[in-house]
């Protein structure tokens, strides 16, 4: 009877089980709320998603977190986190287990939080961004401040009123969520886009930024704990003070700020003086600056009336050169009588030397000389004329005796090729070559009957006797021997 009984139950797919389970697990389980801790949590994955498991001291749970949910979560998954999530709880069939979809993520009390809080101040502490090198000095007087703060708080009122108290300035707000998921990325947005403000452009640029918010508990707190907004505190070109809560709290913005308020209103107290005390402090350095300068007056009119009183009176000191000036006065009429006596001595002295006969005789031996030095050149002009003629004949007889026209005057010809190479043996001449012969009075063509020929040494005649004296029909032989 048991098999038959078996053989009537209904056959499912490995698909349409774990649909049914899938719907059955949805059904039964909506939304809820699961406590546990983080574990295997490594990051977004590369599709943006998020995969972990929350467990407790017996169980384990798989988790996932969508990409668009991810990035709107105030505060991320980390691990060893003991956090609270909400979600949907679901199945995956490609693995044969159950998991939750998480919608929302938050630490699990204000220890965990507390937690959280310090392993990012230490983490951030270890990339140098509370490094007190990298703070700035406030500008004493700013023309310009920037205030990223909510607009419709209580905050911008009284950091306003503080400033027309103290010393009004133009003031430019950047409005920002200071609490919610958007607050971390729009702090961050405010301070980079300050400092992004041209120097003199249509909107100027603040010369101190104020990051400020009232008091709150630390979950409201929490977006200024947020990484982006560290960094963009810390990168800030433009001095930043940080007023975010109140006295007793502390975020870490305070520690990448160049200056941490405890209050919004010690904020705007620290970004300027008080104009009254800053002019009556001007009022008092510039009469001690008149009383400093009278006394340095009293002081040199003093000094100088006691070296007056070593100095002699004006008419000693004028006294002896009054006297040497009467003595020169008396001797001045003589001596210019005597200085022109000596002048007229030595005129008559040189006049005697410059007679006409003296002058005469000087030029003509001047004429002379000038006749005798134009004689001499005259010579040696004709001697190196004379001398470079000669040199020229010399030079071309030597010329004609090296011409090969002179060769060609003996009777000889100089045979060229149709280009105009002279040739030098037969063996350069092939048949029906053209020449060209030059002789010493004219060029003759020719064209070559055949190939060169060896020459044949010819025998040379023998001389014959010279005939004696009466011989021959008396008197000189034939030159040619016949």
């Not at 990409?67 to 044969?96: C, H, N, Q």
């Not at 003629?389 to 002179?406: C, D, H, P």
Request: hydrophobic fraction near 40%; proline fraction near 6%; include cysteine.
């Amino acid at each position: 009877m048991a098999e038959p009984a078996l053989n009537n139950v209904v056959e499912w797919t490995v698909s349409e089980l774990s649909a049914a389970l899938k719907r059955t697990v949805e059904d039964a389980y909506g939304l809820v709320r699961v406590r546990g801790e983080i574990s295997g949590f490594k990051g977004p994955s590369p599709s943006g998603h998020c995969y972990f498991r929350l467990k407790d001291d017996k169980a384990v749970l798989e988790a996932v977190i969508w990409k668009g949910t991810f990035g709107r979560m105030r505060v991320k998954p980390e691990e060893g986190l003991d956090v609270i999530v909400s979600g949907k709880l679901t199945t995956f069939a490609g693995s044969s287990k159950y998991q939750i979809v998480v919608d929302t993520l938050e630490p699990a009390g204000i220890g965990a939080l507390m937690k959280l809080l310090e392993e990012r101040k230490k983490k951030l502490a270890a990339q140098g961004l509370f490094d007190e090198a990298r703070k700035q000095l406030l500008p004493f007087l700013p023309q310009v401040i920037g205030v990223v703060t909510s607009p419709t708080g209580a905050v911008i009122r009284d950091i306003l009123h503080r400033l027309a108290d103290r010393f009004p300035r133009r003031v430019l707000v950047w409005p920002v969520r200071v609490q919610g998921e958007t607050s971390a990325a729009e702090v961050a947005n405010a301070i980079a886009g300050f400092n992004a403000l041209p120097e003199r452009g249509p909107l100027p640029r603040p010369d101190l930024i104020i990051v400020a918010r009232g008091g709150g508990s630390l979950e409201d707190l929490w977006s200024f704990n947020e990484e982006i907004v560290v960094l963009a505190a810390s990168e800030s070109m433009i001095p930043l003070i940080s007023a975010v809560g109140h006295e007793t709290d502390f975020t870490l913005i305070d520690f990448a700020a160049d200056w941490r308020a405890p209050t919004p209103t010690a904020a705007a107290e620290r970004a300027v003086p008080v104009r009254s005390e800053l002019m009556a402090t001007l009022a008092d350095l510039g009469a001690r600056k008149l009383a400093c300068w009278q006394r340095g007056v009293d002081q040199r009119r003093k000094e100088l009336r006691l070296l007056s009183r070593a100095l002699p009176a004006p008419n000693e000191l004028l006294s002896a050169p009054r006297q040497r000036l009467d003595a020169c006065a008396d001797r001045l009429p003589r001596a210019l009588i005597a200085n022109a006596q000596i002048h007229h001595r030595q005129l008559t002295h040189v006049a005697a030397r410059l007679s006409p006969r003296l002058l005469q005789a000087r030029l003509t031996r001047g004429s002379e000389i000038v006749v005798a030095l134009d004689q001499r050149r005259a010579r040696a002009l004709r001697v190196t004329f004379d001398r470079r003629a000669e040199r020229l004949r010399g030079a071309g007889q030597l010329l004609n005796a090296y011409s090969y026209r002179g060769v060609l005057g003996r009777g000889f010809a100089l045979v060229r090729d149709g280009e105009g190479r002279p040739l030098r043996t037969a063996a350069g001449i092939s048949g029906s070559m053209r020449l060209d012969i030059e002789f010493a009075d004219g060029r003759v063509g020719a064209v070559a009957d055949g190939e060169a020929k060896e020459a044949k040494p010819q025998a040379t005649p023998r001389a014959k006797p010279r005939p004696r004296g009466g011989e021959g029909g008396g008197g000189q032989g034939s030159l040619f021997g016949s």
